[in-house]
């Protein structure tokens, strides 16, 4: 009599716990023979500024140290960064930036202070020569930030004068005796940062007029760049500001033959509010959710940003450049928190993936962006201490998206379904798709469900579909982290992929970022 009534309830149990083991299911479509627009490599862009040990011991160790590195720059930071293919790295700041006389920093060096982060000593041993050996190693393109909120038209120009001038000019002479014959390449300048806050609090219309001057006399002079002009990047909004957007836009529409811009920056972290206060470990589903949800406000922002930019330039000629962005968490304990130090956990990799997937569905307009920042500070890719250096899971999502890199996007189409957390709703998928030069076709796709699995099958129009292989990352817990002891806790694994009569079928872990090629 005892056993019909427990075998019902290990039925009924069996059957309660069902939804949670089963994966669910969705359909997506990539309709290959379709095409958008390039998604620009400089999207994946970095960010290093003169901040905590963003530099000083993050890049630079100096010549002299046991660490392992080439002129002074860390070889195994410059391996890892080669890996990741950093199209361009925006340097020197940030707020250091308006702070920053470039010639303090090269032949001998001159110290002075870093007021904005912590107040330390800036040696000025990392300056221009330094950068652009770390570019090289790295085989990046120099996005410069010059110094208008505290430094003059005349010193932003000789310093590019003295960076890419090819005729022997008393700067150009300069630059070879501190060991440089050849003129550099500058790809990129940025007119200013944060021009309405930390770069001189001032208003749109003063900008606008700095702006003219600074485009005007700030040259580049290097031959071999006159095929493929630097592109002039002119401060933007901080988040939803569309005012600022208005003022430089409008100037900027129908402006006369003597300035021009080619970029307009926009800044904006994940930090739901001011000062940041969320935890970058310890943190549960909760705190998951609510930073997921606030990341995913970047998509309002750049339409928002694109469509004022839009009425003011429908050609589309001015990139958006979204030259800061990540997560901005609590200072880690213990940490300066002048440094922005912050641990970099599985939430950190899911939200670049979200961001990224962003600028990639607004490639027309968003043509470059740098993560915040590429070493030891806040959203990092990389971090060390003294002799140590690990990965973090953002520096992943980097590396599984390199295909994408300059990839044509194709469009997807795909229930996002929801996933739900207290008053918390989120789209639990998101993916895009792009061709690469060979014509492959990639997938990353993205599970923001903490806890369910999803069975994905894809129809292919468009190719004859033969293989597929990729990468998935994912780890236990929302929260978990790379450690110098444990490096790899959040790593990619082979993606559970498959390829049948040319569909494909493909298992998301909960938590989880998939990037797939497909062979046709
Ligand atoms: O990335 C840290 C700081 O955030 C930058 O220096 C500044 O531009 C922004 O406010």
Redesign the pocket.
Same mark, same amino acid.
């Given at each position: 009599m005892v056993r019909p009534i427990l075998l019902r309830f290990s039925l009924i149990a069996l059957v309660l716990a069902a939804p949670a083991m089963a994966a669910d299911k969705a359909q997506l479509s990539i309709d290959a023979s379709k095409g958008g627009a390039k998604i620009d490599r400089n999207i994946f862009g970095q +960010?290093a %500024?003169h $901040?905590g040990s963003g530099i000083y011991g993050g890049i630079w160790v100096g010549p002299d140290s046991p660490i392992p590195n080439t002129r002074g720059i860390r070889n195994d930071v410059v391996a890892a960064l080669r890996a990741i293919k950093v199209p361009n790295v925006r340097w020197p /700041? /940030? @707020? +250091?930036a308006d702070e920053y006389h470039w010639r303090k920093g090269i032949g001998a060096r001159a110290a002075t202070l870093n007021p =904005?982060w912590g107040g330390v000593i800036e040696p000025n041993t990392f300056g221009t020569h330094e950068f652009m050996d770390f570019l090289d190693q790295i085989g990046s393109e120099a996005y410069l930030s010059v110094n208008v909120g505290s430094g003059t038209p005349q010193e932003a120009a000789e310093w590019l004068e003295y960076l890419t001038a090819a005729q022997p000019t008393a700067l150009a002479k300069e630059r070879a005796a501190n060991g440089h014959q050849a003129p550099y390449k500058v790809a990129y300048l940025g007119i200013g =940062? %944060?021009s309405w #806050? @930390?770069g001189g609090n001032m208003t749109a219309d003063y900008y606008v007029d700095q702006l003219k001057i600074y485009t005007r006399f700030v040259r580049n002079y290097n031959p071999a760049q006159q095929s493929k002009p630097m592109l002039k990047i002119a401060v933007g909004p901080g988040g939803p500001d569309t005012q600022w957007t208005e003022t430089v836009m409008k100037a900027h529409q129908g402006h006369e033959w003597s300035w021009d811009i080619d970029g307009l920056s926009l800044?904006s972290y994940t930090v739901v509010k001011w000062p940041p206060a969320y935890a970058s470990v310890g943190f549960g589903v909760n705190e998951y959710a609510q930073i997921l949800k606030s990341t995913l406000e970047m998509e309002d922002l750049v339409s928002k940003q694109s469509a004022v930019m839009d009425k003011y330039d429908p050609q589309k000629k001015v990139a958006l450049v979204v030259d %800061?962005w990540g997560a901005w968490y609590a200072p880690l304990p213990g940490s300066n928190p002048g440094f $922005?130090v912050q641990q970099n956990s599985l939430r950190d990799a899911v939200l670049a993936s979200l961001n990224l997937n962003i600028f990639a569905r607004h490639a027309d307009r968003v043509r470059m962006a740098n993560i #915040?920042?590429m070493i030891n500070v $806040?959203q990092a890719m990389i971090m060390t201490d003294k002799e140590k250096m690990v990965l973090t899971p953002t520096y992943h999502v980097f590396k599984m998206y390199v295909p994408f890199q300059d990839a044509t996007f194709v469009p997807v189409s795909f229930d996002a379904g929801r996933y739900t957390h207290g008053n918390i709703t989120l789209p639990r998928l998101d993916a895009i798709a792009a061709k690469d030069s060979s014509g492959k076709l990639w997938l990353a796709i993205t599970n923001v469900d903490p806890e369910q699995s999803v069975e994905i099958d894809a129809a292919l129009p468009g190719i004859a579909a033969k293989s597929a292989s990729g990468e998935t990352l994912t780890a236990t817990k929302v929260d978990s982290v790379n450690t110098f002891d444990a490096p790899n806790t959040v790593a990619p694994k082979p993606a559970a992929v498959k390829v049948d009569g040319g569909k494909l079928t493909l298992k998301l872990e909960p938590k989880s970022v998939t990037v797939i090629g497909i062979e046709q």
């Open positions: +960010f %500024e $901040l /700041g /940030g @707020c +250091f =904005n =940062n %944060e #806050a @930390c800044h %800061e $922005l #915040a920042q $806040l």
